[in-house]
């Protein structure tokens, strides 16, 4: 079984090389292209895009309408990306399901299926763990072993699909690691997702949330796009975020707002601050006013989270009086505010900790099957 340190050994496996075979990750003009550059027709390429990104296959032997020969002779040179379910957690309360995936080289990702009125929402990683530190959050406790692929966090998503046997309307880059920290790989996965001839997902029901990489939301606002973006936010002074957010150390929540501000004016879409609520930390009337004055020039929209309590952490979640006095607070304020719908309360919850609990089971496993040198 695959432990945290085994991830970061395996992890060197996934070379430059590696990337050039990777079709999940090409586009149709790029697969086009190399399928020309084979001797073969155009219409083989929008054949296999279909299947890997409309049918989700596993292997190139479900593509039944492909000649054997060529079958035979992709699934050689270039190996399919696929994820397998390491651990699954299905809630008694919600049916929320939050799925360990495991990755060729042997590294773990986490990714949820959450159930809405509106239709399903898969909330997927971004990266091996994350580098950013966060102090509230379990994704970050061992630091960042790689970023994704676009095929690698497509693939979770087509692996949630397969499991479920449900349709998705909606995705969420929200889970392990910091988007806009593999920037590249996200922009190529974003348009793999919605292109027209793919998945087609509305690019408006992708919401990608960022701790706040200030050069690379203003790269994004120039893309084209019309996701959502959310601001993981969670403080409304520079000093309080500093104490929880150790990239406000590099960018200042003034900078912040000129790069949300640029963001909305260029795309039209209402920015979403994320502010998680921490007992005694930033869940008091100072700190929902100054959120409020943050808020309102951009009409952004807030969305409170009471913290998901990390057993390696020492935060506490505020109690229902606190979180409501809070939205009042911003609500007499004239804020668009909401408190996120608790999914999945009885299992765990927290970025990472579904990944942290896993290896933590296989390294005791591991080492109780080692026999004694004495």
């Not at 279909?50 to 054997?68: D, I, S």
């Not at 920290?181 to 997902?201: A, K, Q, S, V």
């Not at 601001?231 to 975020?241: F, G, I």
């Not at 909401?338 to 896993?358: F, P, V």
């Amino acid at each position: 079984m695959t432990s945290l340190q085994e991830e970061k050994t395996g992890a060197s496996g996934q070379g430059e090389d590696s990337g050039k075979r990777d079709l999940k990750s090409m586009d149709l003009e790029e697969l086009t292209r190399l399928i020309r550059e084979k001797g073969l027709p155009a219409f083989r390429a929008k054949q296999i895009f279909q299947w890997l990104h409309v049918r989700h296959v596993r292997g190139y032997e479900e593509m039944t309408n492909l000649p054997a020969a060529l079958r035979q002779s992709l699934a050689g040179e270039y190996p399919l990306v696929t994820a397998s379910v390491a651990d699954r957690q299905t809630s008694r309360i919600d049916g929320t399901q939050k799925f360990l995936f495991r990755l060729p080289d042997g590294c773990l990702v986490e990714s949820v299926f959450m159930r809405y009125k509106f239709g399903n929402s898969v909330c997927i990683s971004s990266q091996v763990g994350c580098r950013m530190g966060c102090r509230f959050c379990a994704s970050t406790l061992h630091g960042l072993v790689r970023s994704l692929s676009p095929s690698e966090m497509l693939e979770q998503i087509y692996a949630i699909r397969r499991e479920t046997g449900e349709n998705i309307s909606h995705v969420v880059v929200m889970g392990m690691g910091e988007p806009l920290d593999n920037y590249d790989n996200l922009i190529r996965f974003l348009r793999l997702l919605t292109c027209p001839e793919g998945m087609n997902l509305s690019q408006r029901n992708v919401t990608v949330s960022t701790c706040g990489i200030v050069p690379n939301i203003y790269r994004l606002a120039e893309e084209g796009l019309h996701i959502t973006l959310a601001l993981s936010l969670h403080a409304s002074t520079d000093e309080e975020r500093r104490r929880i957010m150790p990239v406000a150390n590099k960018y200042s929540i003034a900078q912040l707002m000129e790069a949300c501000s640029r963001y909305y004016q260029k795309t039209g879409r209402q920015i979403t601050f994320e502010y998680s609520l921490i007992s005694g930390v930033n869940d008091g009337p100072a700190q929902a006013q100054g959120l409020a004055e943050l808020a309102k020039p951009l009409k952004a929209h807030i969305n409170l989270i009471p913290v998901n309590p990390v057993r390696e952490r020492e935060f506490v979640r505020p109690d229902n009086t606190a979180v409501q006095a809070f939205k009042k607070k911003l609500e007499i304020n004239g804020v668009n505010v909401s408190i996120r719908r608790a999914l999945g309360k009885d299992i765990e919850g927290a970025c990472g900790q579904l990944r942290n609990r896993y290896s933590s089971r296989e390294n005791r496993k591991n080492e109780t099957s080692v026999p004694s040198q004495s």
